[in-house]
């Protein structure tokens, strides 16, 4: 139950959020049997209906509700086309002659399930007006990163919360600050990275499913939905609920950011988490559920979106390798070595796979740049790299881990893309990557927006960038997926550029 009860950092996954019993009280829920009987019912539920009585469970739910509500709400569970899916209606009156309520319709298990929350009469049409030029405003985005910071944007105008953040998953669950928007007094959080316990595994599993969440006031008491224990000890499942009470280590956590309201919305990219438009707002925060509604059709597109933004982005990249196909061939055709084509080489990939340090090593010959290791520190790694299959590019973000051997140069040379780029004798070329806790910024100090001081300051974000720091101790950033199809079409050119001109050079002499 929700108290002060104290979490260990690796209870985190194990939470079952989706079952804590709790809704937050802007809202009531009743669950009903199959045959209409109460099943569970937020103990709020009465008083938001003004019901003279107490709801009692295994109620006839006719018996609460009025007739034509039953059937609207019978009515929509026709709409109900998959296992996940929330129907809304707008402006139902629940009670006969009673108030007007905004309802999110769901079943669970046998269980159908409303939520209501007072009507807001303004109603979807003004929210609605909005989405259009929000639309043609994120088609116009030229890149992934322009994409991102024209979202946080939009969200920011749409909802009115004061910090706007698009918050984006590494494929390790990290994640990192890549867009926001936000009211000028607060310190931005822009770039920060955060360890993946912050938003723990079954919690981005259920962002998957259910898209939209929102905490309106973090000092709230959650309302318990009743009984609290049932005969078969199953508590109501809320994973598709909107009113969901969030996990009490999660309120902590944002308690001591010094947050007063918290809403965030689901970015998918094939089937997978992406990231997130984490919203903060310093103050509690009820926003209606048409708008809510909007917000949530607004992510939708900007999904949508990002898909091609991203693909256009392989496309560039596709093309980009090209480009450099061409003009290695046209330098190496010319005569020139490869180890001294490493500044040409160095700059066209710095387009494509960032990187902070790059090395060749052909025909017996050490160059290098940048912070990659010294041509000792380089061969000290030689044999171990030599023992790898030829035939493909090796990635990895903690050499050091791996090779002891690469242990003296991991403070400047963290990370390597190795490019094996001949048969025999063995020839490369290597992207370096520095020590991500190097490269990351932490932008300023978040704790100082903490209001008070309390011995659970490991949930702090700055506890939890301490944690992080040691996680990725020795690591550089990964190398994306993209990076590395590029650096592995760039592999078989060079390969193929090099095999090329040594059947020249083998022309020449006979
Ligand atoms: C959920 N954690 C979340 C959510 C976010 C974050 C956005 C979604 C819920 C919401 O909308 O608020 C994380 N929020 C961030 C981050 C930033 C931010 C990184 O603004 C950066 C600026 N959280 C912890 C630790 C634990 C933890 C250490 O930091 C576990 C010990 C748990 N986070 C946690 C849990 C949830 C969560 C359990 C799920 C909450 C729920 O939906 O019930």
């Not at 002060?4 to 809704?23: A, N, S």
């Not at 809320?238 to 689901?266: C, D, F, K, W």
Request: glycine share 6%; hydrophobic share 40%; with cysteine.
């Amino acid at each position: 139950s929700f108290g002060p009860k104290k979490y260990d950092l690796t209870e985190c996954d194990r939470e079952p959020i989706h079952k804590l019993g709790f809704i937050q009280g802007f809202g009531a829920l009743l669950a009903m049997t199959s045959d209409w009987l109460v099943a569970y019912h937020s103990a709020n539920a009465g008083e938001v209906l003004s019901l003279k009585g107490d709801i009692e469970v295994g109620q006839p739910i006719k018996s609460v509700l009025c007739e034509a509500a039953i059937k609207t709400i019978r009515d929509t569970l026709k709409d109900l086309n998959h296992d996940d899916s929330v129907e809304r209606v707008f402006g139902l009156e629940l009670t006969a002659g009673g108030a007007k309520f905004d309802c999110a319709i769901h079943c669970t298990g046998s269980l159908t399930v409303i939520e209501f929350e007072p009507h807001d009469p303004t109603s979807y049409a003004p929210h609605l007006d909005q989405l259009r030029p929000m639309i043609s405003e994120i088609e116009g985005a030229d890149s992934v990163e322009e994409l991102c910071k024209r979202g946080a944007t939009i969200v920011k105008r749409l909802l009115g919360f004061d910090r706007v953040m698009l918050y984006r998953f590494a494929s390790d669950g990290s994640g990192e600050v890549a867009a926001e928007a936000k009211e000028p007094q607060f310190e931005s959080f822009l770039g920060l990275h955060y360890p993946r316990t912050d938003v723990p595994e079954q919690a981005r599993e259920l962002y998957l499913r259910n898209r939209f969440r929102i905490i309106s006031d973090i000092n709230e008491t959650p309302v318990p939905i009743l009984p609290e224990i049932t005969f078969g000890d199953e508590t109501l499942d809320l994973s598709m609920s909107t009113l969901r009470a969030v996990s009490p280590i999660h309120i902590e956590y944002l308690q001591n950011m010094g947050v007063g309201a918290s809403l965030s919305i689901s970015i998918v990219h094939q089937g997978k988490l992406w990231g997130l438009f984490a919203c903060h707002h310093y103050g509690p925060r009820i926003l209606p559920f048409s708008q809510r509604t909007v917000a949530e059709l607004f992510s939708q597109m900007f999904s949508l979106t990002l898909d091609r933004a991203l693909l256009d982005g392989a496309n560039r990249l596709r093309l980009l390798g090209r480009e450099i196909h061409d003009q290695l061939m046209v330098r190496l055709a010319g005569g020139e070595a490869l180890v001294d084509s490493l500044p040409l080489i160095d700059e066209v990939l710095e387009r494509a796979i960032p990187h902070d340090g790059s090395s060749v090593f052909a025909e017996g010959i050490y160059r290098s740049r940048g912070s990659a290791p010294n041509e000792a520190e380089f061969r000290a790694i030689l044999p171990a790299i030599n023992a790898a299959p030829t035939s493909k590019v090796i990635a990895t973000d903690s050499l050091a881990a791996q090779l002891k051997s690469a242990r003296p140069f991991v403070d400047r040379a963290a990370g390597a893309l190795i490019f094996p780029i001949s048969r025999a004798p063995r020839d490369y070329l290597v992207l370096w990557r520095k020590e991500l806790r190097q490269t990351v910024t932490w932008a300023g100090n978040p704790e100082k927006a903490v209001a008070r001081e309390n011995d659970a300051d490991r949930l702090t974000p700055r506890k939890s960038f301490e944690a992080w720091e040691e996680t990725v101790s020795g690591q550089s950033a990964e190398w994306t997926e993209e990076e590395r199809g590029i650096a592995e079409s760039l592999r078989v050119t060079l390969l193929e550029v090099i095999l090329r001109l040594t059947d020249m050079a083998v022309q020449e002499r006979s």
